[in-house]
């Protein structure tokens, strides 16, 4: 598996096609004076919006897209793609021995201790997972530092679960299914 982390902030996962309207910390959005800025310059931006997050996961406005930020603590972060759902995992390690051992129980998470979060509109195949604090006109020129996600467009449901199958051992699973609802109407 691949892991990526930030570099503090939360990470965001955004359609490679609405790269060019996300900012990060570099330009400034049209925002109230009074906002608490996170950014350099004092000026609130995309990234200080991402910031506001409360929780583990948050859905945000990015252009006409939505854009999915991974809220909370920054962990290192890896995808897993569920063939047979059409959906996948990802995956933020919380603690562990090793990544064998977390890969090792990724497979027996129960159905029961996943929760639903939100709902998350994709629009084209490919999404990227990054640093929220980087523009997203320069997330492609640094391929290290993202994700490259392959998805269906359409309604997913992602339910979260917090798991920690022994004392030595802790993930925070967010769970991509297919939504049944309208594309429209969640």
């Known amino acids: ?102 890969v090792d129980w990724l497979g027996k998470i129960p159905d029961a201790i996943f929760r639903p979060e939100c709902l998350f509109r994709v629009e084209g195949p490919t999404l990227l997972l990054f640093d929220s604090g980087l523009a997203g006109r320069n997330v492609k020129s640094r391929p290290e530092e993202y994700l490259s996600i392959e998805l269906e467009p359409g309604l997913y449901e992602i339910e979260t679960a917090i798991y920690e199958p022994d004392e030595r051992t802790c993930m925070v699973v967010h769970r991509f299914k297919r939504s049944g609802a309208l594309w429209g109407h969640p």
């Not at 910390?25 to 609130?44: Q, R, Y």
């Not at 252009?63 to 995808?79: H, I």
């Not at 897993?80 to 990802?90: H, N």
């Open 1 to 102: 598996m691949r892991w990526i982390s930030s570099e503090g902030g939360p990470l965001l996962l955004l359609d490679e096609q609405a790269l060019d309207n996300w900012g990060g910390v570099v330009d400034p959005i049209a925002a109230s004076l009074t906002e608490k800025s996170w950014s350099p310059g004092g000026k609130p931006t995309d990234y200080d919006r991402a910031c506001r997050i409360d929780g583990w996961l948050g859905v945000i406005a990015v252009g006409a897209a939505q854009g999915l930020v991974l809220g909370d603590e920054p962990m290192q972060t890896a995808w897993v793609p569920l063939s047979t759902e059409g959906g996948g995992m990802m995956v933020r390690w919380v603690f562990a021995e090793s990544e064998d051992e977390s």
